[in-house]
């Protein structure tokens, strides 16, 4: 287990104190337990609104239109990009996903924190817009994990997998984007440090 950042609020988050939520993103490699993890979150501190992100991927089997995604056709896409109404969109292993611009605003101006589940492209992205959101990495221990993970959780072809794993090495490069590192390797641990993590700037914003 390993994490690191530059830790709880320093003088510059303040300014996202107040008026504004605190933005947390979390992103992870395909597989890498980031729904597992924010789940956890968003039963801890149930006054959290997670960010439902839009997607003209297909349904996974149990996902719920409006409850993981908003699920889209591409078009409706397309149209969005046109009239600039994404915070943040990108192509990711070949389907388009994109957070809401108003969902986003709105949330935050309400003065709730929010839960960002995106990829890295989102994340820089989002960052040019709200620069202090607190950016959380999801390790995987290993690729070889990873692949075990993908393959026992079964729900993608062999060449959407190996897709998927690649576009995790490429993630995992980057992962110094972000204001903090987890390794997931035990659950239970991962999730201690994650809600601990988003607790002190909760705590700092409250206090
Ligand atoms: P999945 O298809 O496994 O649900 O998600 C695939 C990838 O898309 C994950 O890395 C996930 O974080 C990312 N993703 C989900 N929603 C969004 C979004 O709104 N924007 C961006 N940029 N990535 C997203």
Not at 103 to 120: C, F, P, Q, Y
Request: no cysteine.
């Amino acid at each position: 287990m390993n994490e690191h950042g530059t830790g709880p609020p320093g003088s510059n988050s303040k300014e996202i104190i107040g008026k504004h939520g605190y933005l947390f993103i979390i992103s992870a490699p395909s597989g890498g337990g980031k729904t597992t993890l924010s789940r956890a979150v968003l039963s801890r501190f149930d006054d959290i609104l997670f960010s439902v992100s839009y997607t003209t991927r297909t349904p996974r089997s149990g996902e719920q239109d409006g409850v993981d995604y908003y699920f889209i056709p591409k078009d409706d896409f397309n149209k969005r990009i046109e009239n600039d109404l994404w915070a943040e969109w990108a192509k990711v292993h070949g389907n388009f996903y994109g957070t809401s611009a108003d969902l986003l605003d709105k949330g935050l101006a309400s003065g709730r924190d929010m839960l960002l589940e995106i990829d890295v492209q989102g994340t820089i992205q989002i960052l040019e817009r709200y620069p202090e959101s607190v950016t959380i990495f999801l390790m995987p221990p290993s690729l070889e994990t990873l692949r075990k993970r993908l393959e026992m959780r079964g729900t993608e072809s062999l060449a959407a997998l190996e897709r998927r794993l690649l576009n995790a090495k490429k993630e995992m490069t980057q992962k110094d984007l972000y204001r903090h590192v987890i390794v997931n390797d035990q659950l239970s641990i991962a999730i201690e440090n994650l809600i601990s993590i988003i607790e002190k700037y909760r705590s700092a914003k409250y206090s």
